[in-house]
T-cell receptor, first 111, second 116 residues
C-alpha cells in the first residue's frame, strides 16, 4: 500500500502563473481532503471531496482556487494566478474506516 | 466553531527526560488524533482516541483522552533526539459513523526539541 501520494513535492511558480497539485488517495479510500499549512500556523482545512463530488469547500478561498476529484485519476488542487501569499505547504489526506492518512505534502513557493 | 489549543507551544527537554503535551477543546471531541511532523515533511500518524478515558501507548508514547472528552495529553517517556519534531492534535468535528465523514480541525502544534 503506497499510502497517500502527492506530487510534486516542491513547486516553484512565478506570480500570475497557475499551480496544479495532485493527490492520489490510499487504496480503498474514497474521501480526499486538502489542507494548507502556512509558516508558523497549524493546518487549515480547505476542501473535502469524493469521486466527482465536492462535499465541503467551506475552507477554500472564494477566488483563484478550485479542486476536483475525477472518476479516474488523482485529485487536483488548482491555484490560478498565484500570489506570494499562496506560498505554503499543501497537504492531502484520505480517509476510510481506518481513519485519516496524510501525504507528504507539496511545498509551493511563489516568486 | 470548535478550536483546539495546544500547550506548550514549544518545549526543549534534555534527552532521557519525560514530557507531556496537552490539547484542549472548547467542545466535546468526537475523535482525537495525534500526529508528528518533522520540519519540511508530512504528518506521521501516532494515535487516535475516541472514547472518554481511553488511553493508548506505542513504544514510549502514551496518549490519553479525558472522561469528558475535552482534553487529551501526549506523554513521552525517556525522550530521545528522534522524538524531536512538531506534534499536532486534530479532532473530528462530528461523530463518526462507519468511517470518516468530514474534515479535521487542528491545533497550532507543539515544537519539541530534545537536547542530547
Amino acid at each position: 500500500n503506497a499510502g497517500v501520494m502527492q506530487n510534486p513535492r516542491h513547486l516553484v511558480r512565478r506570480r500570475g502563473q497557475e499551480a496544479r497539485l495532485r493527490c492520489s488517495p490510499m487504496k480503498g479510500h474514497s474521501h480526499v481532503y486538502w489542507y494548507r499549512q502556512l509558516p508558523e500556523e497549524g493546518l487549515k482545512f480547505m476542501v473535502y471531496l469524493q469521486k466527482e463530488n465536492i462535499i465541503d469547500e467551506s475552507g477554500m478561498p472564494k477566488e483563484r482556487f478550485s479542486a476536483e476529484f475525477p472518476k479516474e485519476g488523482p485529485s487536483i488542487l488548482r491555484i490560478q494566478q498565484v500570489v506570494r501569499g499562496d506560498s505554503a505547504a499543501y497537504f492531502c489526506a484520505s480517509s476510510g474506516l481506518d481513519g485519516y492518512t496524510f501525504g507528504s505534502g507539496t511545498r509551493l513557493t511563489v516568486v | 466553531s470548535q478550536e483546539l489549543e495546544q500547550s506548550p507551544q514549544s518545549l526543549i527537554v534534555q534527552e532521557g527526560k519525560n514530557l507531556t503535551i496537552n490539547c484542549t477543546s472548547s467542545k466535546t471531541l468526537y475523535g482525537l488524533y495525534w500526529y508528528k511532523q518533522k520540519y519540511g515533511e508530512g504528518l506521521i500518524f501516532l494515535m487516535m482516541l475516541q472514547k472518554g478515558g481511553e488511553e493508548k501507548s506505542h513504544e514510549k508514547i502514551t496518549a490519553k483522552l479525558d472522561e469528558k472528552k475535552q482534553q487529551s495529553s501526549l506523554h513521552i517517556t525517556a525522550s530521545q533526539p528522534s522524538h524531536a519534531g512538531i506534534y499536532l492534535c486534530g479532532a473530528d468535528q462530528s461523530p463518526r459513523y462507519g468511517g470518516s465523514q468530514g474534515n479535521l480541525i487542528f491545533g497550532k502544534g507543539t515544537k519539541l526539541s530534545v537536547k542530547p
